[in-house]
Nanobody
Framework: QVKLVESGGGLVQPGASLKLSCATSGFTFSHYALAWFRQAPGKERDFIAAIGWNPGDTFYGHLMKGRSTIARNNAENTVNLEMNNLTPEDTGLYYC?????????????????WGQGTQVTVSS
């Protein structure tokens, strides 16, 4: 059974940095592409970043481009998202997602498996 569990969220002040982690199990990790999405209250799920089967293949959406870094660890079956210079607009539920094949990196429908999300709140 595919399982993705996000962690690392919390309450931070504007300008802070945060690292989210996604622990996975139940599938051959190296055969899956992975991504992070964010859903703000009352809004749709938005693409942040994705990483392909090759750790060097990374893709970023406009939301946090230049302020985020996605990385995968095939030995530990984890994918991380490092974020910096956070603003209140970055508040939301952050999801990890996985897929064995990709049509479009930024479309939520591309991803077959999802975690439950970790809440990030940016507030002073």
């Amino acid at each position: 059974q595919v399982k993705l569990v996000e962690s690392g969220g919390g309450l931070v002040q504007p300008g802070a940095s945060l690292k989210l982690s996604c622990a996975t199990s139940g599938f051959t990790f190296s055969h899956y592409a992975l991504a992070w999405f964010r859903q703000a209250p009352g809004k749709e799920r938005d693409f942040i970043a994705a990483i392909g089967w090759n750790p060097g293949d990374t893709f970023y959406g406009h939301l946090m481009k230049g302020r985020s870094t996605i990385a995968r660890n095939n030995a530990e079956n984890t994918v991380n998202l490092e974020m910096n210079n956070l603003t209140p607009e970055d508040t939301g539920l952050y999801y990890c997602a996985a897929t064995p094949s990709v049509n479009s990196w930024s479309f939520a429908a591309t991803y077959s498996d999802w975690g439950q999300g970790t809440q990030v709140t940016v507030s002073s």
